[in-house]
């Protein structure tokens, strides 16, 4: 059974800092694309950041490019988002995603194969 399992949520300032940490576990992610989604209150879920199997091409939304950084590590089949800055706008449940096509480029939506269960991100004003 494949599990994604997030980490790392929680409730912080305007203008600081979260990392989060996805555990996968049941199956190796080393040669696929992972990413990062989030979901607002009454809106629709959307790409965040996407990271290629080997870690050589990284993708971001345009609000957070500059804020957020994602990394991999194939030997611990984690992967992680540092988000810098953070802004209310930010606010929303955060899903790690895992792809299915070997090798592919950036994980996008219809991409997607694997979701984790979400952790809340809040970032008060």
């Known amino acids: 059974q494949v599990q994604l399992v997030e980490s790392g949520g929680g409730l912080v300032q305007a203008g600081g800092s979260l990392r989060l940490s996805c555990a996968a576990s049941g199956r190796s992610f080393s040669n696929y694309g992972m990413s990062w989604f989030r979901q607002a209150p009454v809106k629709g879920r959307e790409f965040v950041a996407g990271i290629t199997w080997n870690g050589g091409g990284k993708s971001y939304t345009d609000s957070v490019k500059g804020r957020f950084t994602i990394s991999r590590d194939n030997g611990k089949n984690t992967v992680s988002l540092q988000m810098n800055s953070l802004k209310p706008e930010d606010t929303a449940v955060y899903y790690c995603?895992?792809?299915?096509?070997?090798?592919?480029?950036?994980?996008?939506?219809?991409?997607?194969?694997?979701w984790g269960q979400g952790t809340q991100v809040t970032v008060s004003s």
């Open positions: 995603a895992g792809g299915v096509r070997y090798r592919e480029s950036i994980v996008r939506r219809d991409d997607v194969g694997y």
